[in-house]
């Protein structure tokens, strides 16, 4: 259960559906459910499916989106009991309808889920296959930690058949508490990979007129960004361009980055034209918050900026310390290492980067990941 629209692995979940279809199994990605008392407030974009029958979307020939409907958001419900339940007795009709669309028998479902709060959705099949993949930290994004959502994870452990942990530190930190658990990883599609490494690719206009060195970001501007630390680098690299591109989600924590110079945001760009930026950087960056969020984290980001063979910086997400130092430098969010880092990673040479960072990358594709996961779990689980 994910909210689909904004959920970064969603070429992750095609590749499982490739993966499986030779099992004679399909995958369904399940929308989180709405909820009729909040959906006006919390996602107003989707209050029509709020009427008629849940959504069935065929998305490949064995990916399906469904988007049911349920009693009252989880969110609410994870402290009461009864609600739980509520929500279970409402799911199991709609997925039941939805066997009956789909003209399939759920028998042995795999319920991959993402958060403790789904927790009770071990519960929605008697003989499910439970499986809960830990993609980042359950902290807040300033690595708060929220004591409810602790107790959940404890209380579901047992439920849980297989625990996927996209980082090494993740892995350490929850892995022993479960009966099984595994890496699972980030990575990227094969068309994804080959677009980022093709040849033939221009530079994007707008950036490439910025006069180089051209240090990039790609996503979504937020405070999830160090802005004390960015604002400090960027002050003090008045010979360098900082480059910001994708939606400013938070407009005031960036208002005083944008009077800089050498600071540019570029706004939004279609996601076809990311190869054609990532051309353009002379190297990445990645300054996020120092804290218990992203120190766990192993980001999608990382595995595009390698496969476009641009090195990088980081804060400090001990997951990357495994790869090249040459090619992605992780220091701690003091603004005279990060310039130190930056002055070193530009003079590395750029062919040499690319050969590191596609090496890298190609060893991250997710429709080999998923055929080996679904094959180690085939011969673990007997299924």
Known sequence: ????????????????????????????AVNRPLCPFTTWLRKPDRINELFGPSKIEKLSDNLFLFS???????????????????NLMILRSEFGRLEGKLKV???????????????????????????????????????????????????????????????????KKYGPNYKTAWLS????????????????????????????????YTGIISDRLDWKLVKSVIEKSADKNFIFVGQVADKEAVAE??????????????HEQIPAVLKAFDL??????????????????????????????????????????????????REDLWIDAIKSMLAYDRGEALETGRAIASGFIWEDMTEK???QIRNHFYI
Do not use: C
């Not at 259960?1 to 369904?28: C, G, H, N, Q, T």
């Not at 980001?301 to 063979?309: D, H, L, M, Q, R």
């Open 185 to 216: 990883g980030n990575g990227l599609d094969r068309n994804t990979y080959q677009s980022l490494t093709a040849e033939d690719i221009e530079p994007y206009a707008p950036i490439k007129k910025i006069s180089a060195p051209r240090i990039g």
């Open 373 to 375: 996961l679904v094959e």
């Open 68 to 86: 049911p409907k349920y009693f009252v958001t989880d969110m609410i419900t994870r402290h009461f009991e009864f609600l739980n339940y509520m």
């Open 105 to 171: 028998q759920i028998k042995q479902p795999i319920v991959w889920i993402y958060h403790p709060v789904q927790g009770y959705l071990t519960s929605l099949y008697p003989n499910s296959l439970n499986l809960m993949e830990v993609k980042d930290n359950y902290v807040d994004l300033y690595g708060r930690s929220d004591n409810n959502v602790d107790e959940l994870e404890r209380r579901f452990r047992p439920y849980i058949d297989l625990l996927l942990a996209t980082s090494q530190k993740s892995l």
């Open 284 to 333: 990445g960056w990645m300054p996020y918050r120092d804290n218990r969020f992203f120190r766990y984290s192993n980001p999608l980001k990382f595995y595009e900026f390698a496969a476009a063979g641009i090195p990088m910086v980081s804060s400090n997400m001990e997951h990357l310390n495994q790869f090249d130092r040459d090619f992605v430098r992780v220091v701690a969010n």
């Open 1 to 28: 259960m994910v909210d689909w629209p904004v959920f970064m692995r969603r070429k992750m979940v095609y590749a499982l559906a490739e993966a499986v279809k030779k099992y004679d199994s399909i995958v369904v």
């Open 257 to 270: 980055v944008r009077q800089l110079p050498n600071a540019h945001f570029i706004g939004k760009v279609p």
